[in-house]
């Protein structure tokens, strides 16, 4: 119901209501939780208590059944019985998903998380590896993530390919084709979000040159692959270079185990989104 232009429209609606409506997709994490969530909204999530438990890990599930469950609430109807709605309750629940969700669920916790998991809490100069311009949230936001990380430490994050629709919106012209009307989800939340300098003085540049050389001389604290699926890109210098220490990320709807983690899970870190209640953990 909104179009590209109306990001801040779609916000003031999750602000304005008690409730944000939101379901399992094609897999159960999805970006519309954080976008009711980061608005001060309660997400009113259908059979969230049936989610994997490994499969949003790092969730307020409890919270969440609760809110939806109060007494007065219909989910599936979309209403609210004032009389029998306990709104004090819900009050002191919708502070603590929002105190939840800014310590534990910002794109800059969740790459610290990632970083600390991985032994590389200190990480200041990061190569993120995707073979595809596209949009992808999970990407796309940890991306977003480790750059807030590093900047703190005045390190850099090497994102290539670089994914433009993420930059300023003087990356939003033509003859790209990211304008936010030719993104997936309409780039809201994630679209323009970061910024780039042309000074190759200063030290938050992005030399994005010589990639294979730099890998090999291992330049990197870390190199992350920020889709497993969307493109490997200079695998055999980075298994060479950082064999054991690489970062993996599966972002995908996918369920169950497959033959990318059976292979990748050996050479490092392997993050994945979906982990259904009959795969295998890897620990």
Known sequence: MFDHKEEHEYRRAYRAARYGRTKKKSGWDCMRHYEILS?????????????????????????????????????????????????????????????????????????????????????????????????????????????????????????????????DIADDTPPHGWSNENIYGLGFSTAHRLTEVDDPGDASFVDRSNLSERILNKEFDVVVYGSVHRGMLFLDEVIEAYGGEIVFVDGEDMHGMCTKVQKFAKMGHYFMREIGDDCEVIQ
Do not use: Q, W
């Open 39 to 167: 608005s001060g909204s309660v997400p009113s999530f259908e059979e969230i208590e049936h989610s994997p438990a490994h499969t949003l890990a790092h969730f307020p599930k409890e919270l969440l059944a609760r809110a939806r469950d109060l007494p007065g609430v219909d989910p599936v109807a979309g209403t609210i019985n004032s009389e029998a709605f306990d709104h004090d309750e819900y009050l002191c629940l919708a502070d603590e998903l929002l105190r939840y969700t800014r310590e534990y669920l910002t794109t800059k916790s969740v790459a610290e998380y990632v970083l600390r998991v991985a032994g590389k809490p200190r990480a200041r100069n990061i190569l993120y590896l995707s073979g595809h311009e596209g949009a992808d949230y999970v990407r796309d936001m940890l991306l977003h993530g480790l750059k807030s990380v590093v900047k703190e430490n005045n390190g850099v994050v090497v994102d290539y390919v670089k994914p433009p629709h993420l930059y």
